[in-house]
């Protein structure tokens, strides 16, 4: 891939295709957004027609180009092993929206099928690239706080954004709180802190589909002996949230918009009343974006990534059990 562009191929025509790809891939030179595919070829062409996308159709031709890189899967979760798989074993690489999968087996099923075709799989936890939350994690683990007595995240969406209709209820298609916000939270505190395990989960379901949970609050214990609290939720307030705080013995550390850092994210950490770290996210940086050159430089050099596939899936086994824990079946 020396000397050309990152050439992407897309699988679905929905907003997240917009915003998380053909976006930000106008503001990174070396990745050129070549062709889409749906299930609908209309839908494609529509979709390519109104952002200057060359080629359209269905997956099979996105697949079939021998232009296309890597392969955007922006499809339900439920979707992504199937597709992703047959992505890899048509050469290419591929970016899964998060999270990776529907499941842990079918997690496994995308990183054992890039190991077997020697291509890459990626998970679009963009908010891992943004400096933001590089600092924040460095933070965490300079000693600042202290040992850490108690910490929690809420990832709680407004109330009015989620409603009947929208994809994130439907059980069939991976719906589901923990799925949608969840999965961002553990992969967040296994970067904090490591591996972990469930100690207890509870969960409040969908009228409209008991498999779906509109909140789920659950404990993670890790090897390290911390416990972290984590609220993902569709019935949050008005404003909603996307905070973590930890409490330390030396000192407290409360951040916002941990998930979407280029939403004006703070990170403050105080002890008593002195006030020892206050710090806002860099305004014009996109997580979308630093994804993107990520992914350009990983694929050039081969080197190490937090987005790999066979990183996600123990998150996506997590989640398993998050959702087990509160009596409820993985997707």
């Given amino acids: ?51 200057g996308i060359k080629a359209a159709g269905d997956y099979a031709s996105v697949m079939a180009n021998p232009d296309v890189d890597l392969v955007y899967v922006a499809l339900p979760p439920t979707a992504h092993a199937l597709w992703a798989v047959a992505a890899l074993r048509a050469g290419k690489h591929i970016l899964c ?40 994690l460095d933070v965490i683990g300079s000693g600042v706080l202290g040992d850490i007595d ?13 409603k009947p209709g929208n994809i994130r209820l439907n059980g069939d298609l991976g719906g589901g ?12 505190l296994r970067a904090a802190w490591g591996e972990a395990h469930v100690v207890s989960s509870s969960a409040r379901l969908y009228d409209g589909d008991p498999r779906v949970d509109m909140q789920t609050d659950f404990v993670l214990a890790f090897e390290t002996g911390i416990r972290a609290r984590v609220r993902a939720s569709f019935l949050g307030d008005d404003k909603g949230q996307m905070s973590l705080t930890i409490v330390g013995s030396a000192a407290t550390l409360h951040a916002t918009s941990v998930i979407v850092p280029q939403w004006g994210a703070t990170l403050r950490v105080a002890a008593g009343e002195n006030l020892l770290i206050d710090e806002k996210a860099m305004e014009g940086e996109s997580s979308y974006v630093a994804q993107l050159e990520h992914l350009v430089d990983v694929l050039a050099s081969d080197g190490p990534s937090p987005l790999t596939a066979a990183h996600a899936t123990a998150t996506m086994a997590l989640v398993d059990d998050v959702y087990r824990a509160a009596g409820l079946q993985p997707r």
């Fill in 177 to 188: 709180a923990v799925m949608d916000v969840g999965c961002y939270a553990i992969d967040l």
């Fill in 150 to 162: 108690d910490a929690s995240i809420d990832f709680s969406i407004p109330h009015f954004v989620v």
């Fill in 97 to 136: 929206e998060k999270p990776l999968s529907a499941n842990g087996t079918d997690a496994r099923a995308i990183a054992d099928a890039a190991e077997a075709t020697g291509r890459s799989a990626f998970v679009g936890f963009h908010y891992r690239l943004h400096s933001f939350t590089q600092r924040l």
């Fill in 1 to 51: 891939m020396t000397g050309q562009p990152l050439r992407v191929g897309i699988f679905g025509t929905g907003g997240i295709a917009e915003r998380a790809m053909v976006e930000p891939s106008t503001l990174v030179d070396s990745v050129q957004v070549i062709a889409v595919g749906s299930r609908d070829p209309e839908r494609a062409r529509a979709f390519a027609d109104r952002f």
